[in-house]
């Protein structure tokens, strides 16, 4: 074999070796989550609450908190994060306010979500005087989904073709009608898909929501926003760290485990369904 | 004599440190089809954009001189730029719909400006897809993408829906450069039957269809109009040197 074939086997080698190690620790990672989990799944697993300190019960507190967390951050950062796209798009001259802006995107979405959830505390929280509750979390939430929903929507606007705004202003549109009537609509599909990416991240995240809106056990669901809540995440770490029987908490987190990452899987699979929808219109 | 459609005076035009249009002085004439030629790069399409503003959109444009529109100077610190542009409606090269449905696309300019009513717009959408001869073939689908037509549908639909503003110029901006040879016909022989309502100005590459179609034609070269007169007269005895050699296929 000359030496140039063999460079060539070794190289694909490497990609499929590469290849496999990802694809099997991402295999093991789900059949063990569901081997755990699966055993206490179950439709009153879904929908009761927590009993026997934590031993036993469900986790529909926890569920029903994660979903309000995440619908109010991303209804908060949603709106915010699209202005914050156009105004960098369309209005946004290169001069040091921009630049600005652009720098604290970026290093919010680098910044470890220990510190968002600190940063929640004392803001929120403390200073705010907001104490521990559903809207001080999903605060701090909705700023760390704002980022991800900017950059998406930055992008998505970006890739509108200029022929559309040209065509619009020509026509006698004011830039705002363009922005408001054309670039907004076009690009709306991969906003949305942004949004959705944003939701899944949103949805998993303990450390911000710990010293902000989550508490370890509460049999009321929430009935405002200044009610401390459970949260799925928070609801793992819990048994995983607290409490005296692991014996009994340790199925109880695998199955919350289980959820949660189904759910997560689920918000993908709705954005990967939306972006192939949107492929399959679009014709420019 | 009835004054022109549209005047320049001197009108000097830079992109950054390039100048593109070295004084240009112009008369175009009302309800006739004035066509302008030129080899690429000559400054004849930024000519165009400069009679509906377009240009603004392009950062480090400076302007000097006028372009009168009715004899109201465009370039006015106070002009209304929108309000100039539903006057002067425009065509592009590519044929460029919104995603949006055909009915959509044609009703955008009168429904930004929201003087019309719902019956008033359909029949608005109606009449300028009749004049753009578009209307029999898309009447049973006003409601789906207009990305659904063909590409010589599209550039008529950007006809239909740039005069669904009752503008009294159409710029058309090589209009025809992306279209096979019958969606080419099909609009030349639309703009001869246009010009009876608006005056059309339309940049070509195309000499023949500058021939076919024009009254009047204007040879520009390296940003100056070098010739203007009636095109039977500019096609067969140039006055100019370079007139002639472009229009001969010297060079372009």
């Known amino acids: 074999m000359s030496k140039r ?14 290849f496999l190690i990802t694809v099997v620790f991402l295999i093991v990672f789900i059949l063990r989550i569901f081997y755990k989990g699966y055993s206490v799944l179950s439709w009153e697993f879904l ?11 469900g986790i529909y507190p926890a569920i029903v908190g994660t979903f309000w967390l995440t619908a109010l951050s991303i209804a908060l950062a949603l709106p915010m994060g699209i202005m914050t796209a156009i105004y960098l798009k369309c209005f946004g001259r290169p001069w040091w306010f921009v630049k600005t802006v652009r720098i604290a995107i970026n290093t919010l979405a680098g910044i470890p979500s220990i510190i968002y959830g600190l940063f929640g505390m004392a803001v929120f929280v403390n200073l705010l005087k907001l104490d521990v509750s559903l809207i001080s979390g999903a605060l701090t939430l909705a700023i760390l989904a704002l980022p991800v929903i900017i950059n998406a929507s930055e992008e998505a606007l970006r890739q509108v073709p200029n022929e559309f705004r040209e065509a619009s202003l020509a026509l006698g549109a004011t830039e ?28 998993g ?39 005296t029987n692991s014996a009994k908490q340790v199925p109880i987190a695998y199955g919350s485990a289980l959820v949660l990452m189904i759910l997560a899987l689920a918000i993908s699979a709705i954005a990967i369904y939306i972006r192939f929808q949107i492929r399959k219109k679009r014709k420019w | 004599m009835v004054k ?18 070295k004084a240009v002085n112009i008369e ?52 209304n730029v929108t309000e100039i542009r539903t006057r002067v409606g425009m065509v592009f090269q590519k044929p460029n719909p919104f995603p949006k449905s055909i009915f959509k696309n044609v009703a955008y300019g009168v429904t930004i400006q929201g003087k019309l009513n719902k019956s008033e717009t359909q ?23 207009a990305f659904s037509l063909s590409g010589g549908q599209q550039q008529r639909l950007c006809i239909a829906r740039a005069l669904a503003n009752n503008p009294e110029v159409l710029l058309l901006d090589e209009p025809t450069s992306a279209l096979d040879p019958q969606s080419t016909a099909r609009i030349e022989e639309l703009c001869l039957e246009l010009k009876s309502r608006v005056t059309i100005l339309i940049v070509t590459h195309n000499i023949a269809q500058a021939g076919r179609i024009s009254d009047y034609a204007a040879f520009m ?16 005895v140039p006055q100019d040197k370079r007139t002639e050699a472009y229009l001969t296929g010297v060079f372009g």
């Open chain 1, 5 to 18: 074939k063999l460079t060539n086997h070794l190289g694909i080698g490497i990609i499929i070796l590469t």
């Open chain 2, 221 to 236: 070269y390296l940003g100056e109009l070098v010739e203007f007169g009636e095109t039977s007269k500019v096609f067969t």
């Open chain 2, 28 to 79: 175009i004439h009302r309800k006739l089809i004035t066509a302008m030629i030129g080899p690429s790069g000559c400054g004849k399409s930024t000519l165009l954009r400069c009679f509906n503003r377009m240009n603004d959109l392009i950062p480090e444009t400076r302007i000097k001189g006028k372009v009168m529109v009715d004899e109201e100077n465009i370039y006015h610190p106070k002009a």
């Open chain 1, 205 to 243: 995240e303990t450390a911000p929501i710990m010293f902000t809106a989550a508490t370890f056990y509460t049999r009321i669901l929430p009935k405002s926003l200044s009610d401390e809540v459970m949260a799925l995440p928070y609801h793992i770490y819990a048994l995983m760290t607290e409490g």
């Open chain 2, 4 to 21: 022109a459609q549209i005047r320049t005076e001197d009108l000097k035009l830079w992109f950054g440190e390039n100048q593109v249009l």
């Open chain 2, 123 to 145: 029949d608005r959408v109606e009449k300028s897809l009749r004049d753009a001869w578009l209307w029999d073939e898309v009447k049973d689908r006003l409601h789906e993408s």
């Open chain 1, 176 to 203: 705002r009608q363009t922005i408001l009537k054309v670039l907004v609509p076009t690009a709306l599909p991969n906003i949305l898909t942004g949004a959705i990416l944003a939701i899944g991240r949103v949805a």
């Open chain 1, 47 to 57: 929908f009761s609450s927590p009993k026997e300190a934590m031993t036993a019960g």
